[in-house]
């Protein structure tokens, strides 16, 4: 018994699942062979903790007599302890470097010996623009804000009154009263401000003030446009010259009169720029009275001027003295800019020119002259025909681009390029206005020349304009019956003359030779005006118009327009009648519809992919113009290089 105790013992002190460090040996076959019997087979992995695999579990792992199943722990040999590894003695400390040894700055190098002082800068030359000997209105300083004028003032209490100011400006009026009618003033495409100003210098006691160089711009949602003061002088002097010259050659009833002076008020206004105060100076001008032509031609509110009025002031009121002026005015300064907007009109005909800085080749040294007012030029073109067509916008198969066109059989397309010898020519008013101008059944009066077929009527073709189509006769009631050719300053001759000549007013023709027997220096220094050019194109245009004539001036004079803008003389129209809605012209009319060959945009020579609808050379539609006789003495011409 005790012995059996012992031997009880000696299983508990060596347990089969102890093992000495180290892996343990593989158990012999003897200790793996008693196995224990469990009712669950090879299927008590799970339940039991282990099963008849004859796999060695621990008590702890199999959690006991699980589930009634008896098992039997098996002892195993007793593993024999692991020797230790022996490590590797350290290894010997790696030896430092030697420190490296100072380093021995370079001796400090002498101080370079100071530069001599650099003298004084020359003073700048003196402005030839700003000489103090100069009048205060020809100098470039003049016309440019300074520091001090930026004080923005709208932050500080508003005064009632403006001590120390020489005016009080306020903004442009933006509406016009003109036949019981609204008109709204066009804003204009300038960068300049303008002002309404108080003054002792006119009639109303009231000017327009155009102010350069803003240092704002004139809509809150605008830029602010750089600017220079010495374009803007040259501009200056340039309008300053037209007024003495206006006082001169007797045109100041349809020129404005202008002056330069200094402006010293605050821009009126709550807005961002009210308070900004202004004391540089500004071009003055008279106020023109009535509303531009294209303002009266194609606005009003609640409608339109009606078409009895219209014809009451264009066959009845107009001034045709002062047309007659306003067309030598415009050829003598080569006006290049002479449109609807630039003419102003009041309810007695009476007429304004404004705008006049785009003169004497000062801007645009291409141009010869170009206006509304006088023949030959593409203005006039545009209004007598169309501006698309004038501009060549028309695809030239689809247009009787030329007057002319090719007949076909009655149902079949009339749009066709032109073929040699089965031309159509119109050749009168009638062929699409009808006799009578008032008969919208008369068949169209179309003649065929060449070899074409004869006594065949086509049908009226159908004219694309960008995106509109008319018939010519809708083209003609629009292009040929503007109001604006009542502005034909040949329908105002005495007379009933077709040429003015030499036969100018008795203050113009002396104006004229004045000018024509000065100097381009002499001229320069009566006009003020900036630039040489400026003076000799005067000086040139003076001297064709009083030794050739007004005519010859405008075909052959100089300076010249480009081929391609140079028109032929069509007739002149001077009555106007209603018809159905449409504004005609009232007499025998028969214009051409031509074109000079080239660019009308560039004025050189075609070079777009469609073909060109010109048909003559606009450089030599005039060098059969006879020279008119004249009256006084002769002046002698220079060549234009030398001139």
Not at 329 to 341: E, I, M, N
Not at 423 to 441: F, K, M, Q, R, Y
Not at 448 to 475: A, C, S, W
Request: aromatic share 6%.
């Amino acid at each position: 018994m005790e012995q059996h105790q012992q031997m009880g013992q000696q299983k508990q002190q060596l347990p089969c699942w102890e093992v000495a460090p180290g892996p343990p040996p593989r158990a012999p076959s003897s200790c793996g062979k008693t196995q224990a019997r469990s009712g669950g087979g090879d299927s008590g992995g799970r339940d039991g903790g282990g099963g008849g695999d004859g796999s060695v579990h621990s008590p702890a792992a199999s959690g006991g007599n699980d589930g009634g199943h008896s098992r039997q722990r098996v002892l195993e040999d007793v593993p024999q302890p692991r020797t230790p590894k022996a490590r590797p003695p350290p290894s010997p400390p790696k030896a430092r470097p030697p420190p490296n040894p100072p380093k021995i700055r370079p001796p400090p190098k002498p101080p370079k010996p100071l530069a001599p002082p650099k003298p004084p800068k020359p003073p700048a030359a003196p402005d030839p623009n700003d000489d103090a000997s100069l009048p205060q209105e020809l100098r470039v300083s003049s016309y440019s804000h300074t520091p001090r004028d930026a004080v923005v003032k709208s932050s500080l209490p508003h005064c009632a009154v403006c001590r120390g100011c020489n005016t009080e400006l306020e903004f442009m009026v933006s509406e016009a009263m003109l036949f019981n009618r609204t008109f709204t003033n066009e804003k204009g495409a300038t960068s300049a401000w303008l002002f309404r100003a108080s003054t002792n210098r006119t009639k109303s006691g009231k000017a327009v003030v155009k102010v350069y160089c803003m240092p704002l711009p004139k809509r809150p949602d605008a830029m602010m446009q750089p600017c220079s003061p010495l374009p803007t002088l040259r501009t200056v002097r340039t309008l300053l010259g037209l007024a003495k010259l206006s006082e001169d050659c007797g045109f100041q009833d349809i020129v404005p009169a202008m002056w330069a002076d200094k402006v010293n008020a605050p821009v009126p206004g709550d807005g961002p720029a009210g308070g900004f105060h202004i004391r540089w100076h500004g071009l003055w001008m008279e106020v023109a009275d009535g509303v531009s032509l294209e303002n009266l031609l194609n606005k009003g509110v609640p409608t339109r001027v009606p078409a009895s009025a219209m014809l009451d002031l264009f066959n009845r009121r107009l001034n045709g003295t002062r047309i007659v002026r306003a067309a030598i005015w415009d050829l003598l300064t080569s006006q290049c800019d002479r449109h609807a907007q630039n003419v102003f009109m009041d309810e007695g005909g009476q007429l304004t020119l404004i705008d006049n800085e785009v003169a004497l080749q000062s801007q645009w040294k291409t141009c010869g002259f170009n206006s509304i007012l006088v023949p030959t030029t593409q203005k006039q073109e545009i209004v007598r025909l169309n501006n698309e067509f004038v501009h060549k916008y028309v695809s030239p198969d689809e247009v009787v681009s030329r007057g002319r066109a090719d007949p076909q059989e009655p149902g079949q397309s009339y749009f066709t390029p032109l073929v040699s010898g089965t031309e159509i020519l119109v050749t009168s008013s009638a062929a699409l206005l009808g006799p009578g101008l008032g008969d919208e059944n008369a068949p169209p009066l179309i003649e065929p020349t060449g070899n074409g077929p004869p006594n065949h009527q086509p049908k009226l073709p159908r004219i694309k304009f960008v995106h509109k189509y008319m018939t010519p006769d809708e083209v003609v009631s629009r292009g040929r019956a503007d109001q604006q050719l009542l502005l034909d300053y040949r329908c105002y001759l005495p007379k009933g003359a077709e040429r003015m000549g030499t036969d100018y007013p008795p203050q113009v023709s002396q104006c004229l030779r004045q000018i024509a027997g000065m100097s381009v220096a002499e001229v320069k220094h009566r006009y003020g005006f900036y630039e040489e050019h400026t003076a000799n194109v005067l000086r040139v245009r003076a001297t064709d118009m009083i030794t050739k004539g007004f005519e010859w001036s405008t075909l052959n004079g100089e300076p010249v327009n480009a081929d391609a803008k140079r028109y032929r003389v069509q007739p002149k129209c001077c009555r106007l009648i209603h018809v159905k809605g449409e504004y005609r012209c009232g007499h025998k009319w028969e214009p051409l519809w031509e074109l000079p060959i080239g660019d009308p945009v560039t004025g050189r020579a075609w070079d777009k992919v469609k073909p060109d609808t010109g048909t003559y050379d606009g450089g030599a539609h005039g060098r059969d113009e006879p020279e008119s006789s004249g009256g006084g003495p002769p002046v002698v011409l220079k060549p234009w290089t030398d001139r």
